[in-house]
């Protein structure tokens, strides 16, 4: 194993090839900082790793705001890759919050403001002709992952330019901290086509072009330039796809080209997917029976209402009786054929035909008329699920699904503790941004999160690991049923719908597994000498190929006839790793 280098760090001394990485660790021996001429650099105790921990959490205690705490972790990211990863998975869900969903709303907003280092890789629109200099320029020769934006639509905060970087380094610190892919491995990527804010234009800290965004087919191709860049720098490498403003015409050019998907739109699909057929097996109501209402009809929306067809007809319904089971709210009302305006064509196969020429202005005309036991929210419309709404879900219905799924939380439709007050606790609740539990009649009640982490990390491991030529549409659904099947006894039994977060990579090995299984079913994977492999025998293949932070020091290149001494071989104390 290459050692992670310690990339656009001037201040710290220099990597020797061959050798662990420079950086100035409190757990190294003293002979070791003696070898790498960084003794003194540090003070003299050796530490464990349990004890920077400690002393990691104790600091990130006493940050006061919550911006506060994702710049400290951004800056051990940077500084103690091991480490920061090991603070993650023994720390999971008071971390998980801090480096992506909700923060990094707040971090992307910030971002010209609280830039302190390069932590991924900008390519600009005047970069076209080439881009794939720039990529070279990138210090990891092995990259697997990239996770790429253009900054237009960042989580519910709208056109943010280059501060949306925010979104792959945080996408991709979730690739290796839940499904254990290589930090070094993967590349945040955030594209500079110009922005439309006007605020940004006109702020000079704003670290991007001060350009109008490019035009669709101006952007098209930049992509079709980037994509044969990428894929000629690091051939067959997965592309995630993230918070473009139309995200439909990539995804659909490139999907059969390149080993590529979109996670707002295939990712946000599948996670809520794996949640609604353990809500639809909770109210036991026929398939059939049920009516959903999206209040957004977005990318997110029309790609998480796809899914759910998908999974009516193989429950029995046919393509037109699943696509009815579903009416569409956008600021205009309910998305009919006859509405008079015209209709964006990711919507137009969610419109309606049976309403009869009447139109519905609001929500709570379009919920009075359809009557519905699954009300979805993917608006950023803060609190539009009101009293009246909710009060009027429970009253038609013993077991309401209430999804509120827009990000960050400040725009969730409602929240868990309103869903349950205005339900009298009857709501099957899951939200895409995280809410603390609520006593409802002396009894603590658990939200669940639909949080794309459950399916993404999952989706991009199992596609590196049989070297999928494309990610299919198969591929993603089987990741969301596989995620259906992750929830243990336990967790049913506390009214969740997803496993708890602490089983992450758990959980993560279940939807590699499957998504593996079905590339192989498909013929679209190229590592063969995993085809026969029995179920236990991939899961143990899968586990064996993930980073591991708690077995790994920096420190894995000492054992070498160039650093080690023939009377004697170091070992970190603390340290499982082999030295």
Not at 3 to 23: D, S, Y
Not at 207 to 226: N, Q, T, W
Not at 473 to 491: K, R
């Amino acid at each position: 194993m290459a050692p992670i280098p310690e990339p656009f760090n001037p201040g710290l001394p220099q990597n020797t090839p061959g050798l662990p990485p420079k950086v100035p660790d409190t757990s190294y021996p003293i002979e070791v900082r003696k070898k790498l001429g960084i003794y003194g650099l540090t003070p003299p105790n050796v530490e464990s790793h349990a004890l920077q921990s400690q002393r990691c959490m104790k600091q990130l205690a006493s940050k006061t705001t919550p911006i506060e705490k994702y710049i400290y972790l951004s800056n051990l990211r940077n500084t103690n890759t091991h480490l920061f990863y090991r603070l993650v998975l023994e720390n999971f869900t008071t971390i998980a919050p801090l480096i992506y969903t909700p923060v990094v709303g707040e971090a992307c907003l910030k971002w010209s403001e609280i830039y302190q280092r390069p932590e991924g890789l900008y390519v600009s629109y005047k970069d076209r002709g080439s881009i794939i200099d720039v990529l070279r320029n990138w210090p990891q020769p092995n990259v697997e992952i990239t996770v790429v934006t253009d900054g237009s639509r960042i989580l519910g905060l709208g056109d943010l330019g280059v501060n949306g970087m925010g979104i792959p380094v945080g996408k991709l610190a979730l690739y290796t901290g839940c499904a254990g892919i290589r930090p070094e491995a993967t590349l945040p990527l955030t594209l500079d086509l110009g922005t439309n804010n006007e605020l940004l234009l006109k702020d000079p800290l704003y670290m991007g072009a001060k350009m109008r965004k490019v035009s669709e087919k101006e952007e098209i191709e930049f992509l079709d330039e980037l994509m044969v860049a990428l894929n000629t720098v690091w051939p067959g490498i997965v592309v995630q796809f993230e918070d473009f403003k139309n995200p439909f015409p990539a995804l659909e050019k490139y999907q059969h080209q390149y080993t590529c998907f979109n996670d707002d739109i295939q990712g946000t699909g599948a996670v809520i997917l794996g949640g609604i057929i353990n809500a639809l097996k909770s109210t036991g109501r026929p398939i059939r029976d049920h009516r959903a209402v999206f209040m957004g009809a977005g990318s997110a929306g029309v790609g998480v209402a796809k899914q759910i067809v998908e999974y009516f007809i193989k429950e029995g319904l046919t393509e037109d009786e699943a696509r009815r089971c579903f009416w569409f709210v956008d600021t205009k009302g309910l998305i009919t054929n006859d509405r008079g305006d015209k209709l964006a064509q990711h919507k137009i196969y969610f419109s309606r035909d049976d309403n009869k020429g009447q139109q519905f202005k609001s929500l709570p005309e379009v919920v009075e008329y359809v009557k519905p036991t699954i009300l979805m929210g993917l608006s950023t419309m803060r609190g539009i699920f009101d009293k009246s709404i909710l009060q009027k879900m429970a009253k038609l219905n013993e077991r309401p699904i209430i999804f509120p799924l827009s990000n960050p939380s400040s725009n969730a439709e409602c929240t868990f503790e309103e869903a349950m007050k205005h339900t009298d606790g009857k709501a099957i609740f899951a939200s895409g941004s995280p809410f603390p539990p609520y006593l409802h009649n002396d009894q603590v009640m658990q939200p669940s999160q639909g949080n794309n982490m459950y399916v993404f990390p999952g989706i991009g491991l199992g596609a590196i690991l049989c070297k999928a030529i494309h990610i299919t549409q198969e591929m993603i659904y089987t990741s969301a049923v596989a995620l259906s099947t992750a929830i243990n006894t336990n967790e049913i039994n506390a009214g969740r719908l997803y496993p708890e977060l602490d089983r992450i990579r758990e959980v993560s090995v279940i939807v590699a597994r499957e998504v593996i299984r079905e590339a192989q079913r498909q013929g679209v994977d190229r590592e063969k000498s995993i085809r026969n492999l029995s179920d236990s025998q991939l899961d143990v293949f899968i586990r064996s190929r993930m980073y591991d932070p708690t077995k790994e020091s920096g420190l894995e290149e000492i054992d070498t006839p160039k650093f080690r001494s023939s009377s004697s071989k170091l070992r970190v104390p603390g340290s499982p790793s082999k030295l």
